[in-house]
């Protein structure tokens, strides 16, 4: 099951892939602050080309994922998806946005909080963990309100311009989530 069920919450939706969605990422281009969050090594700005374009779509929904399209208000906003399934009932998270100007809206809390939702609820997993880098402030805040909890740092060091980085390793369980204040 590559692409996840089709999910909504009050201002996104995630869905499947379709053919649009290529020329959409194009479109968005490629913003260095984005690919620093993602851990790129001298990340830079600029267009992004139809064949990069194609390339980043034949990636999606590979299998042992359960990915989705995130949009919101009709547009394409980037992509969020479960992997590295164990035995021990947990997976991965990971989540990216590639609209500059949506960042900082709250689009991640509310596709966070729907994909926990999901992963305990319908696929019945017990924890989920993801890696973030330690100076995505942005992202561990996200993370924190949906109910993810710091874990540790890791060993491994990513090296961006230069610089050495740590992950935050986070988990939540279902004990975890967030309830509606």
Not at 39 to 50: K, L, R, V
Not at 113 to 128: D, M, N, P
Request: net charge negative; proline share 4%.
């Amino acid at each position: 099951m590559p692409f996840g069920p089709p999910l909504s919450g009050a201002r996104v939706v995630l869905r499947a892939a379709i053919d649009g969605d290529a020329e959409a990422r194009r479109l968005l281009g490629r913003h260095a602050d984005i690919a620093r969050m993602f851990g790129a090594d001298h990340p830079s700005s600029g267009p992004m080309s139809s064949a990069a374009a194609a390339a980043w779509f034949e990636g999606l929904g590979e299998a042992g994922c359960v990915e989705w399209v995130v949009e919101t208000e009709g547009q394409f906003l980037g992509t969020a998806r479960l992997h590295s399934f164990d035995d021990d009932a947990s997976a991965r998270y990971a989540v990216g946005f590639f609209d500059a100007d949506r960042l900082g809206h709250g689009f991640g809390t509310e596709v966070t909080k729907i994909v926990v939702e999901y992963a305990f609820s319908e696929l019945g997993l017990r924890r989920l963990e993801l890696a973030v880098l330690e100076f995505n402030e942005r992202a561990i805040r996200c993370y924190s309100r949906c109910g993810f909890r710091k874990v540790r740092h890791s060993s491994e060091v990513t090296l961006i311009d230069g610089e050495p980085y740590h992950d935050v390793l986070m988990e939540i369980t279902p004990a975890l989530v967030r309830q509606p204040s």
